[in-house]
Every structure is written in structure tokens, then in C-alpha cells.
């Protein structure tokens, strides 16, 4: 398979069921979004050394690719086939899950706390702020997305914040407050 295919040198694009359309379509913005949160969230993992929080980003990486890939097919026709693409209750339920079981080693948050610290936490707290993107892109899409995709990634946005503020405390790094 070839890397370069010479069909979007037109500044056009094909979703998953053979739609061309615009680069610059919502939807193509949209999972490019979750593509550049992907690549964030390579960066948090190769700045990371904690194994348990880089298996759950390797994790999130393919529910990712899957949410992509939805986001690739409106029409549903392929997406819906591929078992590796359903992102479901359970994946949000892991989310909170881990959430919960992060913030019992965090001290409670009394006050705003600036992004950055250690590495790790840094690249977790931009992962954060591109999630958040994500999320504003593909909730102003038309046809709207699933709303198990816009849970996720809302639940996503909390997991980072919370993920950067535990990278950072087990590296000994204090938080700034606001």
C-alpha cells in the first residue's frame, strides 16, 4: 500500500463509504481533531514511565482510532460491521472507573491549578485542551455523532486532567495553583 495516493491533491477527501468531500468539511475537521488528540496523546506516553498510565493510554489510542473511524462513515455503513470501531457503555464506565481510583491518591482540588510539570503531565494537560477541541468539533456537526461518542470524549477530557495531575504527583511534582 502506498503512502501517497494522489487524491487529495485537489484539496478534497473520501469518508469511509466513498464520499468525497472538502478537507476543510466539519467532519473531516472533526476526526482530525481525535487524530491530532492520538498523536498528543503519543507524545504523554513517550514522556511517561509509568507503565499502568501507558497501558490505559494505549487503550484510549484505539478507542480513538475507532471513534475515528465513526466519525469517518456518517451513513454508518461500515463502521457499524467493524467490532474494533463500537466505542460502548463499558468504555465510559472504564473511564470513570479509573477516574475514581486515580483521584483517591490526589489531594482534593481547592483552587485551579496552572497545566504543566513534569513532562508527562504537561503533554497529559495539552492532550486535555486538544480533547476538548475534539469534543467542541463534534458536537457541532449535522448530522450530530452518536452521543456515546461525545460521552466518551467528554469523560476523556476528565480522565486526562486527572491522569496529568497523577503523573505529576507520582514524579513529585507540585501543582501550581490559580
Not at 513517550?46 to 499502568?52: V, W, Y
Not at 463502521?79 to 460502548?88: G, L, Q, S
Amino acid at each position: 500500500m502506498k503512502i501517497y495516493t494522489r487524491t487529495g491533491d485537489a484539496g478534497e477527501t473520501s469518508l469511509f463509504d466513498g464520499t468525497r468531500v472538502s478537507k476543510h468539511d466539519a467532519r473531516v475537521d472533526a476526526y482530525g481533531e481525535v487524530d491530532e488528540l492520538n498523536a498528543c496523546l503519543g507524545v504523554a506516553r513517550s514522556a511517561i514511565g509509568d507503565r499502568e498510565i501507558d497501558n490505559e493510554l494505549a487503550q484510549i489510542q484505539r478507542d480513538l482510532f475507532a471513534i475515528g473511524a465513526r466519525l469517518a462513515d456518517p451513513a454508518a455503513k461500515i463502521a457499524e460491521r467493524v467490532t474494533k470501531a463500537a466505542i460502548v457503555d463499558a468504555d465510559v464506565a472504564r473511564l470513570e472507573g479509573l477516574i475514581d481510583r486515580f483521584e483517591l491518591e490526589l489531594p482534593p482540588l481547592r483552587r485551579f491549578i496552572l497545566a504543566g510539570g513534569s513532562p508527562g503531565g504537561a503533554a497529559l494537560h495539552l492532550a486535555r485542551a486538544v480533547c476538548r477541541r475534539a469534543e467542541r468539533r463534534m458536537v457541532s456537526l449535522d448530522p450530530q455523532v452518536e452521543s456515546m461518542l461525545i460521552r466518551y470524549i467528554n469523560r476523556l477530557s476528565d480522565w486526562l486532567f486527572v491522569a496529568a495531575r497523577l503523573v505529576n504527583a507520582r514524579a513529585g511534582v507540585t501543582e501550581v495553583e490559580w
